[in-house]
Structures are given as C-alpha cells and as structure tokens.
C-alpha cells in the first residue's frame, strides 16, 4: 500500500514537471503567433500579449505581397544547406581517410594539428578579413558556403574513427592484395555505406 502511494506520488510528481517543461516550450510559440496577429501600434505602446487588443493581419498580407522575395530567400537556404551539407561531409571524408590509414606518415602529427584547430581558432576578425580580402566572397552566395567547408574537426574526427573502428584490417589488406588503391578502397567504402 504504502509502496502504491509513493509511485503515485511520484508519477504525479514526473507528470507535473513534464507538463511544466511542455508549457516552457509551448508558450513561446503560442505568444510570436499571436503578436503576429496583433495591430503593431498596439504591439508597440502595450508588448506582447497572449490576449491581444486589436487583431490585424496585415503581417500575413505583406508576407503574401513579398512572396517572391520569400521564395527566393527560401530557395537559397535550401541551396547553400545543400550544397554545402554535400560538400562539407565530402571533404570531411576525403580528410577522415588517410588519417585512417594506420601506414600514413606522420599520422599523429597531423591527427594533432586538426584537433588542435578544433580547440584554437584564428578569431573572428583575422577570418573576416581573410574571407574578405584574399577570398573575396564578400556579398556572394560563397560568403554563406566556403566557411562551413573549412572542415569541421569535430567531423573528421568522427569519420576518421568509423573508419578506423568499424573497417577491419583483413579487409585494407584484402583490397590491397587484389590491387585496389586507396582511392578504389575509399570509393568502396563510401558507396557501401550509402546503401
């Protein structure tokens, strides 16, 4: 009985939070699309409201005026998350191989300089003025591509060590036997992991 009582108690308790932590995140929401709904003057002499004094769709009407810029802006972070998803996993496999390969000379060193990189960075301003001035991708679609594909240590990190993990050495040495070259073994590996 006694042992009843505690996990009802218990389970109210765990249900409260949860409930609590739901409206947290709910309630944020529920308050951007009501202010949307909401007149501006009114907005702007009385704050957000949950309970609005005068409604207005006059967002929405302007959305639907805009529409092309929307799309286009739509079509681009589709874009720019496509491409540079595309490229940067490629790149980040291309580096994650060789650091893979236990024969590689100065694997360490190299393995060291990147997670070395992951830790320290140039700074804002130096990738700014690099970016700007040596790259000049300044105001271009490249501006919002090139920095993610500077290879994201933390990804070559991770792919370096599925490599080395879950790839057994019979099988580098097997390709190699029948004459497969590292680019042949990478190309494997990558189709086969695709399927």
Known sequence: MENSMKSKRYQFIINAVLILITLMIVLPFVLVFLSSLTDENVLIRNGY????????????????????????????????????????????????????????????????????????????VPTYLMYVNYFHIKNTLWALIVPNLLLSANNVLMIRSYFMTSIPDALFEAAKIDGAGHLRIFSVLICNDCN
């Open 49 to 124: 409201s949950f309970f609005p004094e005068k409604f207005s769709f006059y967002a929405y009407q302007y959305i639907i005026r805009q529409g092309d810029k929307i799309l286009r802006a739509y079509g681009v972070t589709i874009l720019v998350t496509i491409i540079g998803t595309v490229l940067n996993i490629a790149m980040s496999a291309l580096m994650a191989y060789p650091l893979s390969v236990k024969t590689l000379p100065h694997r360490r060193a190299l393995t060291f300089f990147i997670f070395f990189t992951m830790l320290f960075n140039g700074g804002l």
